[in-house]
């Protein structure tokens, strides 16, 4: 029967409509119902509108290391004729065509990198390979 509930106190069947148990006399009224409950706790649970992470292109992931803009610089100025700044900052396709150039061109070609070292300093390479945005 829809109109029943099930009694608390003594498990009895009784009207839904009831205060009191007609069994057990016990407080019935104002009882919320267990799936009530659940859905109350469950809106606890959620997260609140915008709360969740909203990827867009440029955002950092969450526990994402930001590469150091400096250090990627200076690793470029030093060793860049290794493409070691770009591969830190995994451009790992132009990591390998400034070693591959600094090879062919026995060393002339090493001026690309260093240029590229001066760049990533000034802020003219402003994310990763990753589209993550580099920190000073
Ligand atoms: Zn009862």
């Not at 992470?53 to 290391?65: F, Q």
């Not at 070609?109 to 990533?120: A, E, K, R, S, V």
Request: aromatic residues 8%; proline residues 10%.
């Amino acid at each position: 029967m829809e109109n029943e509930m099930k009694c608390p106190q003594c498990g009895a069947m009784i009207d839904a409509k009831s205060i009191h148990c007609r069994f057990c006399g016990a407080k019935v009224a104002g009882q919320v119902p267990p799936q009530q409950q659940y859905q109350q706790q469950y809106q606890q649970q959620a997260p609140p509108p915008g709360a969740g992470y909203n990827p867009t292109p440029n955002a950092v992931p969450p526990g994402y290391e930001r590469k150091s803009k400096l250090v990627a610089g200076i690793l470029q100025l030093v060793f860049g004729y290794l493409g070691v700044g770009r591969f830190y900052l995994g451009y790992h396709n132009i990591a390998v065509a400034q070693l591959l150039v600094s090879i062919f061109t026995c060393g002339i070609g090493t001026i690309w990198p260093i240029i590229d070292g001066i760049m990533i300093i000034t802020g003219s390479v402003p994310a990763d390979g990753n589209g993550v945005p580099l920190k000073e």
